[in-house]
């Protein structure tokens, strides 16, 4: 059996790392990616020096949306799994750049599954959202709450992408498995990010923005457990739920090949305290701008990771000192700081 693994959005800071860790793990890596502008493209070009230093990597450049190149990666190579992280990341963004959403996130996730569908692929595992629970204030979120009430277009687009991902588990067998990331951080992280905007911020000297005025929780998740949860995941094929019933559905699984899980620390964080963990990891305090909340953003998240602890025996668990300590110290090594 091959032992190859397709891995989209291969540039970002989940993929990357994903990537890395299955080189490492013996696997051969197809990474895809456009290289898109969203964020500073030298922080991709550099996470993919990285990846292409590792001879069981090959990079292929192209836009998830893009039927044909797509077609042609699944033509080319019998996958053992496919990884589909590549998306339209950000919140605020979706706020002005919606099209954007359509084509990576709707029209993107579907050549995906059009490839997994027509290849025979064993198991697609995807990339959720936290931003899913939208307006739900029930926490910690579960897996088994409904989540009918997006307050983002990029949440809506991601909710789209678990309802496309069960349709085919349905109508043609594919066993495939969301995974609804919260809040993750870590060395390599995205510049749009909170950890990476505040260390960039405090090291040159200017305030912070911080919305809500601080009173708001996140469940920040550290990338290396990001990930071994992921490759834990992907060889979890999920079969059809014995116990679901149509009567009174569960919505985290189904009588198709279908599974949801959170992946959270499950241990939420005053925002005001991480950046404490911060200004004591940097030596230096910060100037803190506070604003009101900002359009499309939820006050708290927390993850209920019962169902992935069940599943594969794994919940995440790096400290926010730790996971920030080794940002903090890739940061400084990266920018020469």
């Not at 989940?14 to 922080?43: E, K, M, P, W």
């Not at 000297?205 to 990001?226: A, E, Q, S």
């Not at 790096?318 to 920030?324: K, L, N």
């Amino acid at each position: 059996m091959s032992r190859t693994i397709l891995v989209t959005g291969a540039a970002g800071f989940i993929g990357f790392h994903t990537c890395l860790q299955l080189l490492h793990a013996g696997f051969s890596v197809v990474g895809l990616d456009n290289l898109n502008d969203y964020y500073d493209v030298r922080l991709k070009e550099a996470r993919l020096k990285e990846l292409e230093k590792q001879p069981a990597f090959r990079f292929v450049r192209s836009a998830l949306e893009d039927r044909s190149a797509i077609e042609k990666v699944f033509a080319q190579v019998s996958f053992h799994r496919v990884i589909h992280l590549g998306a339209q990341a950000g919140v605020r963004y979706s706020l002005t750049n919606p099209y954007s959403y359509i084509d990576s996130n709707l029209q993107g996730t579907m050549t995906i599954l059009e490839g997994c569908r027509h290849h025979g692929i064993e198991h697609l595992v995807y990339a959720s959202s936290s931003s899913v629970y939208g307006k739900n204030v029930r926490q910690p979120f579960s897996v088994d709450d409904s989540v009918d009430h997006p307050i983002s277009l990029y949440a809506a687009t991601k909710k789209a992408n678990e309802l496309m991902a069960h349709t085919y588990s349905h109508l043609y067998r594919l066993p495939t498995t969301g995974l609804r990331f919260f809040t993750v951080y870590g060395p390599w992280g995205r510049p749009d990010m909170a950890l990476y905007k505040f260390t960039d911020a405090i090291f040159q000297g200017r305030p912070i923005d911080v919305y809500n005025h601080g009173k708001m929780c996140r469940d920040f998740t550290y990338i290396d457990d990001i990930v071994t949860a992921i490759v834990r995941v992907m060889d979890c094929i999920p079969t059809p739920d014995p116990t679901w019933s149509p009567e009174s559905p569960t919505p985290g699984s189904s009588d198709a090949p279908y599974r949801v899980y959170n992946i959270g620390n499950h241990q939420p964080t005053e925002l005001l305290r991480f950046i404490e963990v911060l200004e004591d990891a940097i030596g230096k305090k910060a100037v803190m701008n506070l604003l009101p909340m900002q359009p499309g953003d939820v006050p708290s998240t927390f993850a209920d990771v019962e169902a992935l602890q069940q599943a594969v025996g794994f919940a995440p668990s790096t400290p926010i000192e730790e996971g920030i300590r080794r940002f903090v110290a890739w940061y400084r090594e990266y920018h020469r700081v």
